[in-house]
């Protein structure tokens, strides 16, 4: 099979819609498919990284158990794209050590890396 | 060039439907190539056959079936975002014990990797919608 890559970029909250959901099953679908895949987070999309978040009470799937779970299916790309002062203390606390912070004035060159980039 | 299409907008609470409808008739028009569309996210919406808009209004599920039956279009509506949403084809309503189905006949219900091939086999993948 060809290869192709693709970046997905998650900027909505985690409660807020299905989007984050639907992102995360596409990047384990695609990585399933033996493609490359990484995975950015812009705005609000950085709560998802927030821990001890109550998605029972939301009825949502915990979209944190499924970031834990990236690197068993060999998703090891992650990207936090931010300027340093929008982050505090309680995302530290989630973001992986792995991931890469990409400046805001950075992200043309971040999606250049990639055939395709799909924002959710 | 090849196109496809991916659809993340649903109808009313967005434009991305009509929108991703009038790039696929200019593309067409040009001489392009639409290699599929895929419907996900809220843009499985599209796929009901059942929506019934005042005759006065734009009826973007039939211009959209209209188009895709013209052009032999490939359309995939992805199969877990539908089901969630109620969009289910004959086969998901028996599988799931429905008393009916909604989908439209021309679409077909499939998995994500209809999406990853498409991103394969397309030179371009534009997404309509968020």
């Known amino acids: 099979m060809s290869k192709t890559s693709?970046?997905?970029?998650?900027?909505?909250?985690?409660?807020?819609?299905?989007?984050?959901?639907?992102?995360?099953?596409?990047?384990?679908?695609?990585?399933?498919?033996?493609?490359?895949?990484?995975?950015?987070?812009?705005?609000?999309?950085?709560?998802?990284?927030?821990?001890?978040?109550?998605?029972?009470?939301?009825?949502?799937?915990?979209?944190?158990?499924?970031?834990?779970?990236?690197?068993?299916?060999?998703?090891?790309?992650?990207?936090?794209?931010?300027?340093?002062?929008?982050?505090?203390?309680?995302?530290?606390?989630?973001?992986?050590?792995?991931?890469?912070?990409?400046?805001?004035?950075?992200?043309?060159?971040?999606?250049?890396?990639?055939?395709n980039v799909l924002h959710f | 060039m090849k196109f496809a299409i991916l659809i993340l907008g649903s109808p009313y609470s967005t434009q991305a439907p009509v929108t991703a409808l009038h790039f696929c008739r200019a593309a067409l028009a040009e001489g392009h190539e639409i290699y599929r569309v895929f419907l996900y996210g809220e843009g499985v919406h599209l796929a009901t056959r059942l929506a019934t808009p005042p005759q006065d209004e734009l009826n973007i599920y039939n211009d959209w079936a209209k188009f895709v039956d013209e052009h032999k279009i490939d359309l995939v509506t992805c199969i877990a975002a539908a089901a969630r949403r109620g969009i289910i084809d004959s086969a998901e309503a028996k599988r799931h014990e429905k008393d009916s189905d909604n989908m439209m006949a021309a679409y077909e219900l499939s998995g994500l990797g209809q999406l990853v091939d498409t991103q394969i086999h397309a030179d371009r993948l534009i997404t309509f919608g968020s």
Do not use: W
């Open chain 1, 6 to 115: 693709l970046l997905i970029v998650i900027t909505k909250s985690p409660h807020g819609s299905s989007a984050c959901h639907e992102a995360l099953d596409l990047a384990l679908a695609t990585a399933s498919f033996e493609q490359e895949i990484a995975l950015a987070f812009e705005g609000d999309g950085l709560l998802c990284f927030k821990p001890d978040q109550n998605y029972a009470q939301s009825g949502r799937k915990n979209l944190f158990k499924m970031l834990k779970a990236l690197p068993v299916f060999g998703i090891e790309a992650l990207y936090v794209i931010t300027d340093s002062s929008e982050l505090n203390d309680e995302h530290v606390a989630g973001i992986p050590e792995n991931s890469q912070q990409i400046r805001s004035d950075q992200r043309g060159e971040l999606y250049a890396r990639f055939d």
